[in-house]
């Protein structure tokens, strides 16, 4: 009787001990790029929505190389006639909620390249200089004052951006924390962020598992993606790393999740990494077109 006791006791605590071990996975962010459409409602309304703990403003398309860098906002404001400034009530909302609001340099298409250590550490004081928190009479967003800075480069080479984040680094003091955030593609190491994600500096990495077959997500098989996930997150020193996806099958070429699979069969099969530290979208605009943040909010 008393063997037959303890054999009830021990399957009635299965439950509960895989109850909490699903509690004792880390609990994720959503990080959201907001810029790219003028349709996808402003930064406040994004930042109100509850979702999103970090929002990258996208993207500044042009800069390095001797060139005036260039903020592209899309729809949104042009900042050439100074109406960009209008955004810093936004930006200043979004923190109030406690969203870090950073810059995304780079993108798909766009004018930027790093030419020599000087002209990374000349990039690095334009940025903070003008989005940061320094000082200048022409400040593209205002007297808001961005949390840091994201690496979107996906054109031109990998040189210099090591030293553009360590000159970034730099101007992190006890007060105000430079974070620094960065979007390589999934194949490893990346091509153009690969040297730079070494100098281990970077605060968040959000993996883009998407537009690359040989590491993404595909009709039901997580083979591909959690391979690649697992050579991210072990092969580097980062603490937080993110899964970068469409928040629309419309978002990208390939890879996009639906949500019930991405909470059922993707999740399960990365969120025990220590490293795990939520999802990243692309963009605002599909995910309000798809409602993709409010389906898995929960199980992010």
């Known amino acids: 009787m008393a063997s037959q006791t303890r054999r009830i006791i021990s399957l009635l605590t299965i439950p509960l001990f895989l109850s909490l071990l699903m509690s004792s996975a880390r609990a994720g962010s959503i990080a959201v790029y907001w810029g790219q459409n003028g ?10 929505t509850g979702y999103y703990k970090y929002v990258m403003l996208a993207f500044l398309t042009t800069f390095g190389n001797g060139q005036t860098p260039v903020l592209n906002l899309a ?8 109406t960009c400034t209008g955004l810093t009530s936004d930006i200043q909302s979004c923190q109030s909620k406690g969203i870090k609001v950073i810059l995304s340099l780079g ?10 250590k000087s002209d990374a550490q000349s990039v690095a004081k334009y ?18 004052v961005l949390d840091g800075i994201d690496f979107d480069i996906e054109s031109g080479s990998s040189d210099y951006y090591g030293d553009l984040a360590n000159y970034l680094s730099q101007y992190s003091s006890q007060s105000k924390k430079v974070y620094l955030t960065a979007a390589p593609q999934c194949p490893y190491p990346d091509s153009y962020l690969g ?5 281990g500096l970077f605060d968040y990495v959000w993996v883009q598992f998407y537009n690359n077959p040989q590491c993404q997500y595909s009709s039901g098989n997580t083979n591909n993606l959690v391979s690649s996930w697992n050579k991210w997150t072990s092969s580097f020193k980062v603490t937080n790393v993110f899964l970068g996806i469409p928040a629309s099958s419309s978002a990208a070429g390939s890879g996009y999740i639906p949500p019930n699979d991405l909470t059922s069969k993707v999740l399960p099969a990365i969120k025990g990494s220590s490293k795990y530290g939520g999802i990243m979208l692309w963009n605002r605009y599909y995910d309000l077109q798809n409602n993709y943040s409010a389906q898995v909010k929960s199980s992010v």
């Open 195 to 199: 040297p730079a994600l070494q100098t």
């Open 107 to 116: 993108g798909a298409s766009g004018s930027y390249k790093l030419t020599s």
């Open 39 to 48: 349709n996808e409602g402003t930064l406040a309304n994004t930042c109100a």
């Open 127 to 144: 940025l903070w200089n003008n989005y940061l928190g320094g000082s200048s009479s022409s400040r593209p967003l205002g007297s808001a």
């Open 75 to 82: 729809g949104h404001c042009n900042p050439s006639s100074g």
